[in-house]
């Protein structure tokens, strides 16, 4: 570096003297500082307008407000209106400008014109791309076959999954696939065969007196993210006594070094430590008598309508989960087992949260199991819907969808199995997105013949990706909805890139408030490449194969479509534009044993069980789902379990080569804050 010299700092102080000058002069000659900007033409402001949207880079779904200045988005802040953030904004949401402005996004429509895989491509306009995928629609229909169109997504929003499942059905398709089964289908699962509902709750956690973490990763990636973070802000300094915050988790993390207590547990044995936490509940009388007696199903033996005789929770746990043994399978002190069942029994109002992204729960034999002993320490203290405890999610009330046009080759379609095998080969699942590739490569149940992947990258996102890039060989025409050439678009036929979240209208209903609120996702500035709404693209795909599919979406777009269905929450169009967000708080409380907690509270979405208002610690949904399962099919399920263990929380041990060894190896998987979406579409 060169040196500095004395002749070299006056000159640099002369300068700085001038321009100190020349400011002070100006500031004498004009009244502000506008016109100070309007004498100086650099220094002139543009013509700047704040928006209010809402944030896509995790799923927490947090109200921003965007600062355009000459059409360009210049700067993002947190919308204080909206109920989530309220004001404030991570380093990931502050981040979104370099999605948008970035040079590598895909910049129209592609088309392939090499081998999949060699990235060649040539560009088309958007009128060719989206006549090509009727076409190839189209035919499928002629043929009879329109189950074999198949359309994996990832983080949908608002509409956008039944704009997803709708398109599907008009076609004639029941394998519309989500990504749920890689990370929150089995808390979604545990809480429907236990309580009825099949959604992620929300967590009372301001009034909340004691909060029990079970590998939820909450200050990084629990989901949503931010409602966690605030919550547990509020209440370290927002209320007269603070909360405990035990967190459970093999890996300490953000949130095991913020908390009161870090346990680390052997990984994948959290629902042995949970049921050796209700043995003690239950042995010491700490459970809440009431809410089981009248609340409950199973927590007694009982006999079936058939008279036959079952187990119920409470003997179940008092013959198999004493502290003592508890300890040989999770690595804990029995005296720490005791303490934490103690403290969340006596600390009421108190809460057991699972993990619903990431971790142990997800993705093993033993996920729903977890999921289920987890939720049970939340029944056993009483705290389903009740301040301080667990909050069933409300949604806004949209109108009905028009209904479908008589269509016999899509009604027969949709009576197909679905390829991933949900609900026949995988009975419990709703989705199983990490099946596909071995289901494709089988040509089970039938072959795939259009392949749509919307935020999703399954070459990235799941175990052994190298499987779906040879699936995605046996599949004539794939088409990626994908913002950027990832690992799974590169193998696409097509890519039709979508807009980046600050250009364009999407919904965003409200998580982990408890209470029906909507966000307004809505462009701040004009598209910057020739992308298009996806919402937009499916409407004209629909359109453009004509009658009768074309009837299920009778909009001229995206945005007229949110209107209609959001034309009953509460406010207006323009207003939901100028505000960004609709919210109904506070949280109303349906009184127990009323319709309303039937309805909305307990067996909600029930399929086979009695919808009677009860939370099942024996599940009936299970019963009636698994009572004449074969030995083969629990085997091929890979529940060990046998007899009525199959119906209640248990613990399962992990499986896999290697299991059975005394130092097994165990993948522990968890989400960081810093890990941006699966695929740059969502963004």
């Not at 009372?204 to 949503?224: H, K, M, T, V, W």
Request: hydrophobic content about 40%; glycine content about 10%; charged content about 25%.
């Amino acid at each position: 570096m060169p040196k500095l010299t004395r002749r070299d700092f006056l000159k640099m102080s002369g300068a700085v003297a001038a321009t100190g000058a020349t400011a002070a002069a100006l500031r004498g000659r004009y009244k502000s500082l506008d016109e100070v900007h309007a004498a100086v033409p650099e220094f002139q402001l543009g013509r700047e307008k704040q928006i209010p949207t809402v944030c896509l880079n995790c799923p927490s779904g947090c109200g921003i407000v965007a600062r355009v200045a000459d059409g360009k988005v210049v700067k993002l802040e947190g919308n204080p209106l909206h109920p989530i953030n309220q004001g404030v904004l991570c380093p990931k949401g502050h981040a979104a400008l370099e999605l948008v402005y970035n040079p590598d996004r895909v910049q129209g429509p592609l088309r392939r014109v090499g081998e999949r895989g060699q990235n060649k491509w040539e560009p088309i306009n958007w009128v060719t791309a989206l006549e090509i995928v009727a076409e190839r629609l189209k035919d499928l229909r002629q043929k009879g076959t329109p189950e074999r169109a198949v359309f994996m997504y990832g983080e949908v929003r608002g509409q956008m999954r039944q704009v997803i499942e709708r398109f599907m059905e008009a076609i004639g398709s029941p394998n519309a696939i989500s990504h749920d089964s890689l990370n929150i289908q089995a808390a979604k699962t545990g809480h429907f065969v236990t309580q009825g509902i099949y959604d992620l709750m929300a967590y009372d956690l301001e009034n909340s007196s004691y909060i029990l973490s079970f590998g939820a990763s909450l200050l990084e990636a629990g989901r949503p993210t931010q409602r966690f973070i605030s919550g547990i802000s509020f209440t370290r300094r927002g209320r007269p006594v603070r909360s405990r915050v035990v967190i459970i988790d093999p890996r300490q993390g953000v949130s095991g070094a913020k908390a009161d207590e870090w346990i680390p547990i052997k990984p994948g044995t959290d629902s042995a430590l949970a049921l050796g936490m209700a043995y003690v509940i239950i042995s010491s009388g700490l459970y809440d008598k009431d809410f089981v007696d009248n609340y409950g199903f199973g927590f007694a033996d009982f006999k079936d309508e058939d008279g036959r005789q079952h187990q119920g929770f409470k003997s179940y746990v008092m013959a198999n989960y004493e502290p003592r043994k508890v300890e040989k399978i999770c690595g804990l002190p029995s005296g720490t087992v005791a303490r934490l069942a103690g403290e969340f029994a006596t600390n009421r109002p108190s809460v057991a949260i699972m993990p619903c992204k990431g971790g142990l729960l997800d993705g093993t034999a033993n996920g729903l199991y977890t999921a289920m002993a987890i939720h049970a320490l939340n029944g056993l203290v009483g705290n389903i819907e009740k301040e301080g405890g667990i909050l069933v999610q409300r949604y806004p009330q949209c109108p009905g969808w028009p209904a479908l046009a008589p269509d016999s080759i899509a009604e027969k379609g949709r009576t197909a199995e679905r390829v991933d095998g949900a609900g026949t080969l995988y009975p419990l699942a709703r989705h199983a997105y990490q099946a596909v590739a071995e289901r494709i490569l089988a040509s089970k149940p039938y072959p795939t013949e259009v392949l749509f992947l919307y935020d999703a990258n399954p070459v990235y996102e799941c175990p052994g990706g190298q499987r779906f890039i040879e699936a995605f060989k046996k599949v004539p025409f794939i088409v990626s909805f994908a913002s950027f050439i990832d690992e799974s678009a590169q193998y696409a036929d097509l890519i039709l890139p979508d807009h980046t979240f600050l250009e364009r209208f999407q919904d965003d209903f409200i998580e982990g408030i408890g209470y029906a609120g909507v966000g307004l996702r809505q462009p701040v500035i004009n598209p910057v490449f020739r992308t298009l709404n996806t919402g937009d693209a499916l409407i004209r795909i629909a359109q453009g194969m004509g009658a009768p599919v074309a009837a299920a979406f009778p909009y001229k777009d995206f945005e007229e479509l949110l209107k209609f269905r959001l034309s009953e929450i509460g406010t207006t169009w323009d207003g939901l534009r100028q505000v960004g967000v609709w919210a109904v708080p506070p949280y109303a409380f349906s009184p127990r044993g009323s319709k309303a907690w039937q309805a909305e509270v307990v067996g909600r979405d029930r399929q086979r069980a009695p919808r009677d208002g009860r939370f099942d610690f024996f599940s009936r949904e299970l019963w009636c789902l698994l009572k004449d399962a074969s030995e083969n099919r629990l085997r091929e399920l890979g529940i060990k379990a046998r007899g009525d263990e199959i119906y209640l929380p248990h613990f399962e041990g992990p499986t896999g080569e290697g299991s059975e060894q005394e130092y097994p190896f165990l993948l522990n998987v968890f989400t960081t804050m810093s890990l941006g979406p699966y695929s740059a579409n969502a963004n």
